[in-house]
Protein backbone atom coordinates (compact mmCIF):
# COMPACT_ATOMS: atom_id res chain seq x y z
CA UNK A 1 0.00 0.00 0.00
CA UNK A 2 2.50 2.53 0.94
CA UNK A 3 4.74 1.45 -2.41
CA UNK A 4 1.87 2.20 -4.18
CA UNK A 5 1.01 5.37 -2.45
CA UNK A 6 4.88 6.51 -3.19
CA UNK A 7 4.74 5.77 -6.51
CA UNK A 8 1.41 7.64 -6.61
CA UNK A 9 3.26 10.69 -5.16
CA UNK A 10 6.15 10.46 -7.54
CA UNK A 11 4.29 10.31 -10.73
CA UNK A 12 1.66 13.45 -9.72
CA UNK A 13 5.46 15.32 -8.97
CA UNK A 14 7.31 14.39 -11.99
CA UNK A 15 3.71 15.44 -13.98
CA UNK A 16 3.86 18.39 -11.87
CA UNK A 17 7.11 19.32 -13.22
CA UNK A 18 6.97 18.87 -16.48
CA UNK A 19 3.84 20.60 -16.73
CA UNK A 20 5.58 23.77 -15.15
CA UNK A 21 8.67 23.42 -17.04
CA UNK A 22 6.12 23.34 -20.04
CA UNK A 23 4.95 26.84 -18.85
CA UNK A 24 7.80 27.97 -18.22
CA UNK A 25 9.21 27.49 -21.73
CA UNK A 26 6.16 28.73 -22.73
CA UNK A 27 6.40 31.86 -20.91
CA UNK A 28 10.11 32.30 -21.67
CA UNK A 29 9.35 31.48 -25.58
CA UNK A 30 9.63 34.94 -28.08
CA UNK A 31 7.13 37.01 -28.23
CA UNK A 32 6.49 39.10 -31.46
CA UNK A 33 3.43 41.52 -31.69
CA UNK A 34 2.59 42.50 -35.54
CA UNK A 35 0.27 45.41 -35.39
CA UNK A 36 -1.29 45.73 -39.29
CA UNK A 37 -3.26 48.90 -40.27
CA UNK A 38 -6.40 46.91 -41.81
CA UNK A 39 -8.02 43.89 -42.87
CA UNK A 40 -9.75 45.62 -45.56
CA UNK A 41 -6.48 45.16 -47.94
CA UNK A 42 -6.17 41.99 -48.93
CA UNK A 43 -2.04 42.98 -48.89
CA UNK A 44 -2.10 43.88 -45.38
CA UNK A 45 -4.69 40.64 -44.29
CA UNK A 46 -1.95 38.17 -46.09
CA UNK A 47 0.95 40.16 -44.49
CA UNK A 48 -0.09 39.82 -41.30
CA UNK A 49 -1.37 36.31 -41.86
CA UNK A 50 1.99 34.91 -42.97
CA UNK A 51 4.05 37.09 -40.58
CA UNK A 52 2.71 35.23 -37.83
CA UNK A 53 2.70 32.05 -39.95
CA UNK A 54 6.42 32.37 -40.19
CA UNK A 55 6.95 33.37 -36.10
CA UNK A 56 5.15 30.53 -34.89
CA UNK A 57 6.89 27.97 -37.06
CA UNK A 58 10.06 29.37 -35.34
CA UNK A 59 8.47 28.69 -32.10
CA UNK A 60 7.47 32.40 -31.42
CA UNK A 61 4.38 33.49 -29.53
CA UNK A 62 2.42 35.86 -31.41
CA UNK A 63 -0.01 38.70 -31.14
CA UNK A 64 -1.74 39.83 -34.05
CA UNK A 65 -3.60 42.67 -33.96
CA UNK A 66 -5.66 44.86 -37.24
CA UNK A 67 -6.36 48.47 -36.76
CA UNK A 68 -9.19 49.33 -38.68
CA UNK A 69 -7.15 52.22 -40.50
CA UNK A 70 -8.22 54.08 -37.15
CA UNK A 71 -4.64 55.15 -35.63
CA UNK A 72 -5.77 55.71 -32.28
CA UNK A 73 -6.52 51.82 -31.83
CA UNK A 74 -3.57 50.91 -33.37
CA UNK A 75 -1.53 53.22 -30.96
CA UNK A 76 -3.86 51.27 -27.74
CA UNK A 77 -3.17 47.76 -29.23
CA UNK A 78 0.74 48.64 -29.48
CA UNK A 79 0.26 49.68 -25.85
CA UNK A 80 -1.54 46.72 -24.82
CA UNK A 81 1.09 44.44 -26.36
CA UNK A 82 3.83 45.80 -24.57
CA UNK A 83 1.80 45.12 -21.35
CA UNK A 84 1.49 41.39 -22.65
CA UNK A 85 5.49 41.23 -22.52
CA UNK A 86 6.14 41.65 -26.07
CA UNK A 87 9.86 41.35 -27.47
CA UNK A 88 9.59 42.49 -30.96
CA UNK A 89 7.12 45.02 -32.19
CA UNK A 90 6.33 44.40 -36.38
CA UNK A 91 4.35 47.48 -37.24
CA UNK A 92 2.24 48.28 -40.63
CA UNK A 93 1.49 51.54 -39.37
CA UNK A 94 -2.09 53.54 -40.02
CA UNK A 95 -0.44 56.88 -39.72
CA UNK A 96 3.59 56.29 -39.63
CA UNK A 97 3.83 60.03 -38.37
CA UNK A 98 0.87 59.49 -35.19
CA UNK A 99 3.28 56.55 -33.64
CA UNK A 100 6.50 58.67 -32.94
CA UNK A 101 5.48 58.49 -28.76
CA UNK A 102 4.26 55.13 -28.66
CA UNK A 103 7.24 53.41 -30.05
CA UNK A 104 9.10 55.16 -28.20
CA UNK A 105 7.75 53.65 -25.47
CA UNK A 106 8.23 50.69 -26.84
CA UNK A 107 11.92 51.33 -26.87
CA UNK A 108 12.17 51.98 -23.46
CA UNK A 109 10.25 48.59 -22.42
CA UNK A 110 13.64 47.23 -24.27
CA UNK A 111 10.54 46.29 -27.02
CA UNK A 112 12.36 45.64 -30.82
CA UNK A 113 10.62 48.22 -33.28
CA UNK A 114 10.26 46.73 -37.23
CA UNK A 115 8.31 49.03 -39.66
CA UNK A 116 7.04 46.68 -42.27
CA UNK A 117 6.14 48.37 -45.75
CA UNK A 118 5.85 51.32 -44.09
CA UNK A 119 8.18 53.33 -42.64
CA UNK A 120 7.98 54.71 -38.70
CA UNK A 121 8.69 58.78 -39.23
CA UNK A 122 10.06 61.25 -37.00
CA UNK A 123 11.78 58.93 -34.14
CA UNK A 124 15.03 56.81 -33.70
CA UNK A 125 12.91 53.96 -31.97
CA UNK A 126 12.58 52.45 -34.83
CA UNK A 127 15.56 49.38 -35.47
CA UNK A 128 15.00 47.96 -39.22
CA UNK A 129 12.38 48.60 -41.73
CA UNK A 130 11.35 45.50 -44.25
CA UNK A 131 9.79 46.85 -47.82
CA UNK A 132 10.14 46.24 -51.47
CA UNK A 133 12.01 48.71 -53.34
CA UNK A 134 9.57 51.90 -53.21
CA UNK A 135 11.26 53.49 -56.14
CA UNK A 136 11.39 50.97 -58.01
CA UNK A 137 7.61 50.38 -57.72
CA UNK A 138 6.96 53.54 -58.93
CA UNK A 139 9.57 52.96 -61.98
CA UNK A 140 7.94 50.05 -63.03
CA UNK A 141 4.19 52.30 -63.32
CA UNK A 142 5.82 54.51 -65.19
CA UNK A 143 8.11 52.56 -67.56
CA UNK A 144 4.33 50.92 -68.34
CA UNK A 145 3.06 54.10 -69.06
CA UNK A 146 6.31 54.97 -71.34
CA UNK A 147 5.70 51.61 -73.33
CA UNK A 148 1.86 51.68 -73.70
CA UNK A 149 1.70 54.46 -75.26
CA UNK A 150 4.94 53.97 -77.44
CA UNK A 151 6.92 56.55 -76.67
CA UNK A 152 9.75 55.04 -75.97
CA UNK A 153 9.47 53.72 -79.78
CA UNK A 154 9.45 57.41 -80.69
CA UNK A 155 5.64 58.07 -80.72
CA UNK A 156 5.38 61.83 -80.23
CA UNK A 157 1.43 62.25 -79.12
CA UNK A 158 0.73 64.20 -77.47
CA UNK A 159 -0.93 61.90 -74.71
CA UNK A 160 -3.36 63.13 -72.27
CA UNK A 161 -2.02 62.01 -68.55
CA UNK A 162 -3.51 62.16 -64.72
CA UNK A 163 -2.06 61.04 -61.47
CA UNK A 164 -3.53 59.64 -58.13
CA UNK A 165 -0.91 59.59 -55.69
CA UNK A 166 -1.05 58.17 -52.42
CA UNK A 167 -1.84 59.02 -48.87
CA UNK A 168 -0.23 62.12 -47.85
CA UNK A 169 -0.30 60.64 -44.50
CA UNK A 170 2.19 57.78 -45.89
CA UNK A 171 5.59 58.52 -46.51
CA UNK A 172 5.56 55.24 -49.22
CA UNK A 173 3.33 57.79 -51.51
CA UNK A 174 6.75 59.96 -51.47
CA UNK A 175 8.88 57.35 -53.15
CA UNK A 176 6.55 55.50 -55.42
CA UNK A 177 5.79 59.11 -56.60
CA UNK A 178 8.92 60.07 -57.38
CA UNK A 179 9.91 56.56 -59.13
CA UNK A 180 6.90 56.78 -61.67
CA UNK A 181 7.62 60.57 -62.65
CA UNK A 182 11.33 59.66 -62.88
CA UNK A 183 10.18 57.62 -65.63
CA UNK A 184 7.31 60.04 -66.95
CA UNK A 185 8.53 64.06 -66.17
CA UNK A 186 11.00 63.67 -69.41
CA UNK A 187 8.25 63.17 -71.66
CA UNK A 188 6.02 65.60 -69.70
CA UNK A 189 9.18 68.33 -70.64
CA UNK A 190 9.06 67.16 -73.68
CA UNK A 191 5.11 67.78 -74.22
CA UNK A 192 4.54 64.09 -75.45
CA UNK A 193 2.72 63.80 -71.99
CA UNK A 194 -0.06 66.36 -71.15
CA UNK A 195 -1.40 67.02 -67.70
CA UNK A 196 -4.74 68.95 -68.90
CA UNK A 197 -5.78 69.37 -65.23
CA UNK A 198 -2.52 70.87 -64.25
CA UNK A 199 -2.48 68.27 -61.28
CA UNK A 200 0.88 67.35 -61.39
CA UNK A 201 2.63 67.47 -57.39
CA UNK A 202 2.13 65.58 -54.96
CA UNK A 203 0.46 68.14 -53.16
CA UNK A 204 -2.32 68.18 -55.27
CA UNK A 205 -2.15 64.44 -56.56
CA UNK A 206 -1.94 62.79 -52.99
CA UNK A 207 -5.36 60.91 -51.96
CA UNK A 208 -5.80 60.88 -48.12
CA UNK A 209 -6.03 57.37 -46.50
CA UNK A 210 -5.94 55.86 -50.15
CA UNK A 211 -9.74 56.03 -50.38
CA UNK A 212 -10.88 54.59 -53.90
CA UNK A 213 -14.22 56.89 -53.75
CA UNK A 214 -12.31 59.89 -53.16
CA UNK A 215 -10.18 59.18 -56.36
CA UNK A 216 -13.44 58.83 -58.16
CA UNK A 217 -15.06 61.84 -56.82
CA UNK A 218 -11.84 64.07 -58.07
CA UNK A 219 -11.55 62.32 -61.59
CA UNK A 220 -14.80 63.23 -61.99
CA UNK A 221 -14.70 66.62 -61.63
CA UNK A 222 -11.35 66.65 -63.97
CA UNK A 223 -13.33 64.90 -66.99
CA UNK A 224 -16.13 66.96 -66.22
CA UNK A 225 -13.35 70.05 -66.38
CA UNK A 226 -10.99 69.58 -69.03
CA UNK A 227 -11.69 66.45 -70.98
CA UNK A 228 -15.25 67.39 -72.77
CA UNK A 229 -13.92 67.26 -75.93
CA UNK A 230 -11.25 64.97 -75.89
CA UNK A 231 -9.98 61.58 -73.83
CA UNK A 232 -7.48 60.72 -71.51
CA UNK A 233 -4.73 58.54 -72.35
CA UNK A 234 -3.31 56.98 -69.00
CA UNK A 235 -3.86 57.42 -65.65
CA UNK A 236 -0.94 56.84 -63.26
CA UNK A 237 -2.94 55.48 -59.70
CA UNK A 238 -0.01 54.78 -56.96
CA UNK A 239 -2.37 51.84 -55.89
CA UNK A 240 -5.10 48.90 -57.38
CA UNK A 241 -7.65 51.16 -54.36
CA UNK A 242 -7.47 54.64 -56.55
CA UNK A 243 -7.16 52.08 -59.61
CA UNK A 244 -10.27 50.96 -58.85
CA UNK A 245 -12.17 54.51 -58.24
CA UNK A 246 -10.28 55.89 -61.64
CA UNK A 247 -12.00 53.27 -63.32
CA UNK A 248 -15.44 53.23 -61.97
CA UNK A 249 -15.68 57.63 -62.96
CA UNK A 250 -14.23 55.92 -66.29
CA UNK A 251 -16.93 53.85 -66.93
CA UNK A 252 -19.54 56.50 -65.87
CA UNK A 253 -18.01 58.48 -68.45
CA UNK A 254 -18.71 56.10 -71.26
CA UNK A 255 -14.93 55.05 -71.57
CA UNK A 256 -14.59 51.18 -72.35
CA UNK A 257 -17.77 51.54 -74.15
CA UNK A 258 -16.91 51.60 -77.86
CA UNK A 259 -13.87 51.86 -80.25
CA UNK A 260 -13.81 55.81 -80.39
CA UNK A 261 -13.11 55.84 -76.65
CA UNK A 262 -11.35 52.74 -74.60
CA UNK A 263 -10.06 52.67 -71.55
CA UNK A 264 -6.86 54.29 -70.71
CA UNK A 265 -3.70 52.76 -69.53
CA UNK A 266 -4.02 52.74 -65.89
CA UNK A 267 -1.99 51.25 -63.56
CA UNK A 268 -1.71 50.42 -59.89
CA UNK A 269 0.09 47.86 -57.44
CA UNK A 270 -0.79 45.29 -54.83
CA UNK A 271 -2.46 42.94 -56.86
CA UNK A 272 -6.04 42.80 -55.13
CA UNK A 273 -8.34 40.72 -56.50
CA UNK A 274 -10.47 43.22 -58.09
CA UNK A 275 -7.53 45.01 -59.81
CA UNK A 276 -6.90 41.47 -61.10
CA UNK A 277 -10.44 41.01 -62.14
CA UNK A 278 -10.48 44.02 -64.13
CA UNK A 279 -6.72 43.32 -65.76
CA UNK A 280 -8.46 40.19 -66.96
CA UNK A 281 -11.74 42.55 -68.19
CA UNK A 282 -9.60 44.29 -70.23
CA UNK A 283 -9.92 47.16 -68.01
CA UNK A 284 -6.81 47.94 -65.80
CA UNK A 285 -3.48 47.51 -67.11
CA UNK A 286 -1.17 46.32 -64.76
CA UNK A 287 -0.75 45.97 -61.31
CA UNK A 288 2.71 45.50 -59.21
CA UNK A 289 2.58 41.93 -57.07
CA UNK A 290 4.75 42.37 -53.63
CA UNK A 291 5.20 38.77 -52.62
CA UNK A 292 4.15 38.80 -48.96
CA UNK A 293 5.86 35.01 -48.96
CA UNK A 294 8.92 36.56 -49.14
CA UNK A 295 8.60 39.41 -47.04
CA UNK A 296 7.15 36.93 -44.30
CA UNK A 297 10.10 35.33 -44.66
CA UNK A 298 12.70 37.94 -44.45
CA UNK A 299 11.10 39.38 -41.39
CA UNK A 300 11.78 35.79 -39.55
CA UNK A 301 15.04 35.73 -40.39
CA UNK A 302 15.63 38.96 -38.86
CA UNK A 303 14.04 38.65 -35.64
CA UNK A 304 15.89 34.84 -35.84
CA UNK A 305 19.33 36.53 -36.72
CA UNK A 306 18.53 39.23 -33.65
CA UNK A 307 17.99 36.56 -31.26
CA UNK A 308 20.98 34.44 -32.15
CA UNK A 309 23.26 37.92 -32.14
CA UNK A 310 23.70 37.50 -35.51
CA UNK A 311 24.82 40.39 -37.46
CA UNK A 312 22.41 41.93 -40.18
CA UNK A 313 23.77 43.85 -43.03
CA UNK A 314 20.90 45.90 -44.35
CA UNK A 315 20.26 46.14 -48.24
CA UNK A 316 19.83 50.05 -48.29
CA UNK A 317 18.68 52.86 -45.92
CA UNK A 318 15.81 54.85 -46.07
CA UNK A 319 15.79 58.61 -44.00
CA UNK A 320 12.37 59.14 -41.55
CA UNK A 321 13.46 63.03 -40.74
CA UNK A 322 15.40 61.80 -37.53
CA UNK A 323 17.71 58.81 -39.07
CA UNK A 324 19.09 56.72 -42.13
CA UNK A 325 16.80 53.55 -40.92
CA UNK A 326 18.70 50.20 -41.61
CA UNK A 327 16.53 48.55 -44.71
CA UNK A 328 15.68 44.95 -45.91
CA UNK A 329 14.42 44.68 -49.25
CA UNK A 330 12.17 42.87 -51.76
CA UNK A 331 11.78 43.04 -55.20
CA UNK A 332 8.64 44.68 -56.67
CA UNK A 333 7.15 42.37 -59.93
CA UNK A 334 4.60 44.04 -62.45
CA UNK A 335 1.82 41.86 -63.27
CA UNK A 336 -0.46 42.20 -66.05
CA UNK A 337 -2.70 40.20 -69.03
CA UNK A 338 0.17 38.13 -69.57
CA UNK A 339 1.65 37.03 -66.50
CA UNK A 340 -1.15 37.01 -63.75
CA UNK A 341 -0.96 33.12 -63.74
CA UNK A 342 2.31 33.53 -61.34
CA UNK A 343 0.16 34.83 -58.57
CA UNK A 344 -1.84 31.72 -58.85
CA UNK A 345 1.64 29.55 -58.99
CA UNK A 346 2.73 31.51 -55.77
CA UNK A 347 -0.60 30.27 -53.86
CA UNK A 348 -1.44 34.22 -53.02
CA UNK A 349 -5.33 33.30 -55.43
CA UNK A 350 -7.07 30.35 -56.47
CA UNK A 351 -8.42 30.36 -60.21
CA UNK A 352 -11.65 30.48 -58.01
CA UNK A 353 -10.71 33.64 -56.48
CA UNK A 354 -10.41 35.39 -59.93
CA UNK A 355 -13.48 33.94 -61.40
CA UNK A 356 -11.51 31.97 -63.63
Do not use: H
Not at 203 to 230: C, E, M, P
Amino acid sequence: MKRGLSFIMLLALVCSLAFSGGQQEQADAVTVAIMMPTKEQPIWSAQGELIKEQMEAKGYKTILEFAEDIAELQLSQVENAITRGADYLIMGSVDSYAVTDTVQKAREAGVAVIASDRLIMNTEAVDYYVTFDLFRLGELQGEYIVSALGLDKGEKGPFNLEIFSGSPDDPNSIPFYEGAMSKLQPFLDKGSLIVKSGQTGLDVTGTLKWDGSKAQSRLDNIIGAYYTDSKIDAVLAAADCLAMGVISSLSSFGYGKSDDLPFPVVVGQDCEIPAIKSIIAGEQSMSVFLDQFVLSEKMANLVAALEAGEPVVPDTKYNNNVFDVPTLLYEPVLVDINNYDLLIERGFYTREDLGL
